[in-house]
Antibody, heavy 121, light 109 residues
Framework: EVQLVESGGGLVKPGGSLRLSCAAS????????MNWVRQAPGKGLQWVSS????????YYADAVKGRFTISRDNAKNSLYLQMNSLRVEDTAVYYC??????????????WGQGTLVTVSS | SYELTQPPSVSVSPGQTARITCSGD??????AYWYQQKPGQAPVLVIY???ERPSGIPERFSGSSSGTTVTLTISGVQAEDEADYYC????????????FGGGTKLTVL
């Protein structure tokens, strides 16, 4: 059974840092692209970042570029998101999600349960 | 930037058919995907590649595509289908940009 379990969320002050983790199990983690998607309270889904299976290709949404860093450790079946210079508008539930890529698109077939990040003074 | 547009809300009575649309200029070139999200839960994929249904998703969920609009259809709506529904696609310009629609709240009256 595929499982994605996020951790590391919490309350942080504006300008602070936080590192999220996502532990994967039930599939060959090293062969899949993984993404982070977030959802602000009462709002819609927003894509955050993507990392390919071997970390060769990394992408970020404009809203987080230069502040967030995605990484993975295939030996530990883990995905990470280092978040620096956090802003109030980064407050959200952060989900890790497994990506299925196709010629005409890519989508998320499995999601974690999410971890809440609250940025507030 | 690329956008997907959904109606904020759709309401239907039990047993009726609900149709949720999603519009975007890139949809003729890129597949659309649909997710169901219930309160306090993670999204669940209900349609992929415009009209394919993952295993475990009831047959009453279907998807279709016409030009710049894709449609999620739920036939014989049940109370348990009340949820937020999001369409998702990718930027067709070549850059890796995943785009979600704003979401549609389906209310079962």
């Amino acid at each position: 059974e595929v499982q994605l379990v996020e951790s590391g969320g919490g309350l942080v002050k504006p300008g602070g840092s936080l590192r999220l983790s996502c532990a994967a199990s039930g599939f060959t983690f090293s062969t899949y692209t993984m993404n982070w998607v977030r959802q602000a309270p009462g709002k819609g889904l927003q894509w955050v970042s993507s990392i390919s299976s071997s970390s060769s290709y990394i992408y970020y949404a404009d809203a987080v570029k230069g502040r967030f860093t995605i990484s993975r450790d295939n030996a530990k079946n883990s995905l990470y998101l280092q978040m620096n210079s956090l802003r109030v508008e980064d407050t959200a539930v952060y989900y890790c999600a497994r990506v299925i890529g196709e010629v005409r698109g890519y989508y998320f077939d499995y999601w974690g349960q999410g971890t809440l990040v609250t940025v507030s003074s | 930037s690329y956008e997907l547009t959904q109606p904020p809300s759709v309401s239907v009575s039990p047993g009726q058919t609900a149709r949720i649309t999603c519009s975007g200029d890139g949809l003729p070139k890129q597949y659309a995907y649909w997710y169901q999200q219930k309160p306090g839960q993670a999204p669940v994929l209900v349609i992929y590649k415009d009209s394919e249904r993952p295993s475990g998703i009831p047959e009453r969920f279907s998807g279709s595509s016409s030009g710049t609009t894709v449609t999620l259809t739920i036939s014989g709506v049940q109370a348990e289908d009340e949820a937020d529904y999001y369409c998702q696609s990718a930027d067709s310009s070549g850059s890796y940009q995943v785009v979600f629609g704003g979401g549609t709240k389906l209310t079962v009256l």
